[in-house]
C-alpha cells in the first residue's frame, strides 16, 4: 500500500482520508509527507496511543494528522472541509455482511 500511495501523484498539503486505518502506517506514511490526514478506524485495539503518535508526529515532522475512533457512518465532514483522497485497504472482510 505504501508504494502505491506513493506512486499518486498527490498536490502538496492534499486533504485525505483513510477509512478503517487500523495501526495507521499509511496515513503516517502520507502525514509525513505534508498531506492533512483523517484516519479513521472503529475498531478498539491500540487506540490509546494514537492521540500520542498524531501529537508526536505532528510536533515533531510537522505532519497533519488526526486519528478518530468511529465508523465512517459516524464520521461527519465539517464546514467546507473535503478530500482530494478517500482510501481504504483491508476492510471489506471486517464489514458484516458486506456485498
Given at each position: 500500500?505504501?508504494?502505491?500511495?506513493?506512486?499518486?501523484?498527490?498536490?502538496?498539503?492534499?486533504?485525505?482520508?483513510?477509512?478503517?486505518?487500523?495501526?495507521?502506517?499509511?496515513?503516517?506514511?502520507?502525514?509525513?509527507?505534508?498531506?492533512?490526514?483523517?484516519?479513521?478506524?472503529?475498531?478498539?485495539?491500540?487506540?490509546y496511543l494514537y492521540p500520542r503518535i498524531a501529537r508526536l508526529l505532528n510536533e515533531e515532522l510537522g505532519a497533519k494528522i488526526r486519528f478518530e475512533s468511529i465508523p465512517l457512518e459516524e464520521f461527519k465532514v465539517v464546514g467546507e472541509e473535503g478530500f482530494d483522497l478517500i482510501f481504504s485497504n483491508n476492510v471489506l472482510e471486517h464489514v458484516p455482511n458486506a456485498v
Open positions: 500500500m505504501i508504494q502505491f500511495l506513493s506512486e499518486i501523484q498527490l498536490t502538496p498539503n492534499s486533504r485525505i482520508l483513510e477509512v478503517g486505518c487500523g495501526l495507521g502506517i499509511a496515513s503516517v506514511f502520507l502525514g509525513s509527507q505534508g498531506h492533512h490526514v483523517v484516519a479513521l478506524d472503529p475498531g478498539v485495539g491500540e487506540w
